[in-house]
C-alpha cells in the first residue's frame, strides 16, 4: 500500500518594516552606525530641517542600497510651541521664526509653493519617499486641518511630479490624539478620504497624555487593529522600546519608526502655548538615555550607573552576549547609542525569527513573562548610596521606579495575554510593507 504525503503547511515569516530616524540632534552618530554596518536596517527617514547638512549621509544611505524616506516637518512647523525649534531650519519654514506656518499657506497656488519646495529638495537628495504635508488634528486653534491635508498629498504628488520626482512616493501620515483614533466618528470622517490618495503606507503618530500603561496598551492595540480597514500598511512612527515590540507583536502595525536617544514618543502637551524661553545657565541638549530591553524602559547614563552599583545587577539588567557588549559595560560608557541599535536590533530579530499567526501568543507569553520577571528583580536590587549621590541621582524616587514598572509590567502582562488571545482567534495578520524603495539611480547621486 502507498502512502501519500501531503505538503506541510509552510509557515509564514513577515519581515518587520524598521525605519531608523537619524534624528535632528544626533544624525551624523546614527549615520556614522549605518556607515560602520552596525544598524542591520536599510530603511532611514531624512529630518527637512536637517537636509541641507545631509546630502552626503544620503549618498551613503543610497549607496547601502537603502530606502531615505524625507520628512518635511510640517507638523512642528504648524505648532505654536514647536514651529521655533530645530524644525524652524527646515527650507520651507516661515521667515518669522516662531511664527507658525497658517492654513492658507497650503492652498493651492499659495505664493510660498510650499508643495514645489518640498519636491525640489525631495527630487533634488533623491529620496524614495516623503511622509505627506500633514498637521496635528487636534489643535485647539485650526479644526479644519483634515481636509486642508488630504488636499496637500494630492498637491504634493502634483509638484513632485512636475519637478521630476514621479518614481518618488508618498506616505500618508495621521497625527493626532490616541482618543481620536479611537473615536467612531473620527474615523468615519477619515477612513473614506483617505482612500483615493496616491500613497503607498499610513504612517500614525498618537499622542497620549499618559505613559503606556494597561488601559492605553489595550486602546492602541484594538485602534489601530480597526484602522487596517483603510486596506493599507500602518507605520507606528515615534515609537520604540516596549511599546514598538507589542505593536508589532500583537501584529497590529507592519513597521515601526524611531531614533536613538530621540523621536521615540509622541506627545502634544502645551503644543499651542508659546515657545519656552531657553534658560541660558542651564546646559542644553537631551541627557544620554540607554534602553535596557529586558526591562522594557529607559534610563539616563547617571541613572544606570546607579543601578549596575548593585550587586547582581548586571546578570539582571544587561544581556549575556559578548557580541553586544564584549567589554562589559564599558562598552555602554563609552558609545550607548550603539548599544541601543545592537538591543533595538535583537528584540526586532527576535520577532522576524518567529512566524506571523504566532507573534502575539509570543508576544505575551515568553517576552512579558521575561520582562516581569526582570522587573521583579530589578525591584529588590539596592544601588550603592554613595555611587547615588555622586552620580547626582534620587535613589528614593529611582527604587520607587523599579517597584510601580514592576507591578505596571505584570498588569501589562495581562493585558497582552487577553489581546494575544483575542488576534489569535481573528487570526489577524497585517499588510506587508513593500520592498525596498529607490527613487533615484546610484549614477545619478554620486555614489557610483
Known amino acids: 500500500m502507498s502512502v ?14 524598521h525605519y531608523i530616524r537619524l534624528g535632528e540632534t544626533s544624525y551624523r552618530k546614527v549615520a556614522d552606525l549605518a556607515a560602520a554596518g552596525v544598524i542591520q536596517s536599510k530603511r532611514f527617514v531624512i529630518d527637512g530641517s536637517k537636509i541641507a547638512h545631509q546630502k552626503d549621509i544620503i549618498q551613503m544611505l543610497q549607496g547601502l542600497g537603502a530606502e531615505v524616506v524625507l520628512d518635511p516637518r510640517i507638523i512642528e512647523l504648524s505648532a505654536r510651541r514647536k514651529c521655533a525649534g530645530l524644525a524652524a531650519s527646515a527650507p520651507w519654514a516661515s521667515d518669522m521664526r516662531g511664527v507658525p506656518l497658517s492654513p492658507d499657506v497650503f492652498r493651492d ?3 510660498a509653493d510650499i508643495y514645489g519646495a518640498i519636491a525640489r529638495c525631495a527630487v533634488e537628495h533623491g529620496v524614495s519617499a516623503v511622509l505627506s ?14 481636509g ?3 488636499d496637500a498629498c494630492l498637491l504634493l504628488r502634483r509638484a513632485l511630479n512636475s519637478e521630476g520626482g514621479q518614481s518618488i512616493a508618498i506616505d500618508y501620515l495621521v497625527a493626532a490624539r490616541l482618543t481620536d483614533f479611537m473615536d467612531e466618528s473620527f474615523q468615519s470622517k477619515m ?9 503607498d503606507n ?17 486602546r492602541l492595540v484594538r485602534t489601530l487593529s480597526r484602522w487596517h480597514n483603510i486596506g493599507k500598511p500602518i507605520v507606528m512612527d515615534y515609537m520604540g522600546g516596549l511599546t514598538a515590540e507589542a505593536l508589532v507583536g500583537m501584529n497590529v502595525v507592519s513597521g515601526v519608526a524611531h531614533g536613538y536617544g530621540e523621536q521615540s514618543s509622541f506627545t502634544t502637551a502645551k503644543w499651542s502655548d508659546p515657545p519656552e524661553e531657553r534658560d541660558k545657565d542651564k546646559p542644553s541638549g537631551r541627557a544620554t538615555r540607554v534602553g535596557v530591553s529586558a526591562l522594557g524602559c529607559t534610563f539616563n547614563s547617571a541613572e544606570l550607573d546607579v543601578l549596575l552599583s548593585a550587586h547582581g545587577a548586571k546578570s539582571v539588567l544587561l544581556p549575556n552576549d559578548r557580541k553586544v557588549l564584549p567589554n562589559g559595560v564599558e562598552d555602554i560608557r563609552r558609545d550607548p547609542r550603539r548599544f541601543n541599535v545592537y538591543d533595538a536590533q535583537r528584540r526586532m530579530a527576535e520577532i522576524n525569527a518567529i512566524p506571523t499567526a504566532n507573534r502575539p501568543d509570543h508576544f505575551a507569553d515568553k517576552r512579558m513573562r521575561e520582562v516581569v520577571a526582570t522587573a521583579n528583580k530589578a525591584a529588590k536590587l539596592n544601588p550603592k548610596a554613595e555611587i547615588a549621590k555622586a552620580k547626582n541621582v534620587d535613589l528614593t524616587k529611582l527604587r520607587a521606579r523599579l517597584v510601580k514598572f514592576s507591578t505596571t509590567s505584570e498588569k501589562l502582562r495581562g493585558t497582552y495575554e487577553n489581546l494575544a488571545q483575542e488576534r489569535t482567534e481573528l487570526g489577524a495578520t497585517v499588510r506587508a510593507i513593500g520592498d525596498l524603495r529607490r527613487s533615484t539611480p546610484l549614477s545619478q547621486t554620486g555614489t557610483e
Not at 477612513?191 to 500613497?199: I, R, V
Open 4 to 17: 501519500i504525503a501531503f505538503p506541510k503547511q509552510v509557515s509564514v515569516f513577515q519581515p518587520v518594516a
Open 109 to 111: 497656488n499659495h505664493p
Open 133 to 146: 504635508p500633514s498637521h496635528y488634528l487636534a489643535d485647539p486653534g485650526f479644526d479644519g486641518w483634515q
Open 148 to 150: 486642508i491635508d488630504h
Open 191 to 199: 477612513m473614506p478620504n483617505l482612500a483615493d490618495l496616491p500613497y
Open 202 to 218: 499610513l504612517w500614525v503618530r498618537a499622542s497620549m497624555s499618559t505613559p503606556i500603561g494597561p488601559l492605553n496598551a489595550q
